[in-house]
C-alpha cells in the first residue's frame, strides 16, 4: 500500500496535469465512486447507496465517466462472481442505482437541468467543432498512433521499460486492475473519440496500471523500486521545464 501511494504520487501524468488542470478532481471522485460501489457490493449496502452518488457526481462533472459503462457492467458481473452473499450484492447494487438516479432527479427538480438533454447538446457542439476520426482509414490510424504514444509517454517512460523488458512475464504477473485498464485503453482507441491529449483527458485511467503492477511492488524489488521511482521523478522534472 506504501508503494502503491508512493507511486501514485510520484506519476507523471498525475504531477503534471493534476498540479495544472481540475481532471485531478475528476480522477478523485471517479476512483472514489470504484472504490464505494466496490466495497459497497461486497459489505455494506449504505456505502453502494454513497457509491451511487460519487458515479452521479463525476457524471456530472465529466461526460467521460459514461465511456466506463463497459467497465461498471464488468463490476458488477465480477461482484456478483466473487460474492459470498449475492442478495447483499443484489440490494447494493440496486442501492446504486437508486441514489445514482436519485441524485439527477433531484437536480432537474430544482433546477430543471436535464442531463440527457445537456448529453445531446454537447455531442452537437462536438460534432460542430472537432471533425471525425472516420473521415478515412488514415487518420483514424494516426489518431490511434497518437493517442496511445501519448498516454504512454504520460505514464512513465520508465514504466514501459520495466513492462516491456518482460512482456510476458510483466502481463502474466500483473494483478486483474491492470488488465482491465489495459481493456479499457483498447476500448478507447477503437471508438475513436479522442485526437490526442490523452495524458490528460485518460488521466483516470492512471491508477489501473499504477496497482496493477505487481511486478513493481514486490517486496523483494526494492533496489528497482528505488531506480524506478528516481527515473521517474527526473521524467517529471524534464517533462515540465521542456512543455
Known amino acids: 500500500a506504501r508503494r502503491g501511494l508512493t507511486l501514485y504520487i510520484f506519476f507523471p501524468s498525475l504531477v503534471l496535469m493534476g498540479a495544472t488542470t481540475m481532471d485531478f478532481t475528476f480522477v478523485v471522485m471517479v476512483w472514489l465512486a470504484i472504490a464505494l460501489l466496490y466495497y459497497g457490493w461486497q459489505k455494506s449496502p449504505a456505502l453502494a447507496f454513497v457509491g451511487g452518488l460519487a458515479a452521479a457526481g463525476a457524471l456530472f462533472m465529466n461526460f467521460l465517466l459514461l465511456l466506463l459503462a463497459p467497465f461498471f457492467g464488468w463490476l458488477v458481473w465480477h461482484s456478483l462472481r466473487a460474492s459470498t452473499n449475492h442478495l447483499r ?129 514486490s517486496n523483494d524489488r526494492k533496489r528497482e523500486y528505488d531506480a524506478f521511482l528516481a527515473l521517474t521523478v527526473f521524467q517529471i522534472i524534464i517533462t515540465q521545464s521542456l512543455f
Open 89 to 217: 450484492t443484489l440490494v447494493g447494487i440496486l442501492c446504486s442505482l437508486v441514489s445514482f438516479s436519485f441524485f439527477f432527479l433531484i437536480i432537474q427538480r430544482w433546477s430543471g437541468y436535464s442531463i440527457i438533454d445537456n448529453f445531446f447538446v454537447a455531442r452537437l457542439t462536438a460534432k460542430s467543432v472537432v471533425p471525425s476520426n472516420f473521415e478515412s482509414v488514415g487518420k483514424y490510424l494516426i489518431y490511434i498512433f497518437v493517442s496511445l504514444t501519448e498516454f504512454a509517454f504520460y505514464l512513465g517512460i520508465p514504466y514501459l521499460y520495466l513492462f516491456f523488458t518482460d512482456m510476458r512475464g510483466s502481463w502474466r504477473r500483473s494483478a486483474l486492475w491492470f488488465k482491465v485498464g489495459v481493456a479499457n485503453v483498447a476500448f478507447f482507441l477503437i471508438l475513436g473519440l479522442f485526437q490526442g491529449e490523452t495524458g490528460r483527458l485518460w488521466l483516470f485511467l492512471t491508477p489501473f496500471f499504477i496497482l496493477g503492477n505487481m511486478r513493481l511492488l
